[in-house]
């Protein structure tokens, strides 16, 4: 859910979409909406993922991409007894050097 008002952007469930480009294509202009409204706030997305593919993988390397060129505020969320998904927002916060992705339990 994209809440343009309050400068959050929600992402819960699987990214298994049957064309991602299209997917994230949608998170993408959602990001360029942000960023033309000029909103002081900084754009904090919320990822509470439970799976996701290879390619979803690279496309959210790409959109994280976008999101730091604007300052955006990245919270990765991951269960308690879900090691993979911990690993990669930690992998994520490493690949892309940058301090503004938590990664925090649900």
């Not at 929600?10 to 949608?26: H, Q, S, T, W, Y």
């Not at 955006?72 to 911990?86: A, L, Q």
């Amino acid at each position: 859910m994209f809440d343009l008002k309050n400068a959050t952007l929600d992402l819960d469930g699987k990214i298994v979409a049957e064309n991602p480009m299209d997917f994230f294509d949608r998170l993408n202009r959602w990001t360029e909406e942000y960023k033309a409204s000029n909103n002081p706030a900084p754009l904090t997305v919320s990822l509470k993922l439970d799976y996701f593919n290879t390619v979803a993988s690279k496309m959210l390397s790409k959109f994280f991409i976008r999101l730091i060129a604007i300052n955006g505020v990245i919270n990765w969320y991951y269960e308690k007894d879900d090691e993979e998904i911990k690993e990669a927002g930690e992998d994520y916060k490493i690949m892309l050097n940058y301090d503004q992705i938590n990664i925090l339990e649900k």
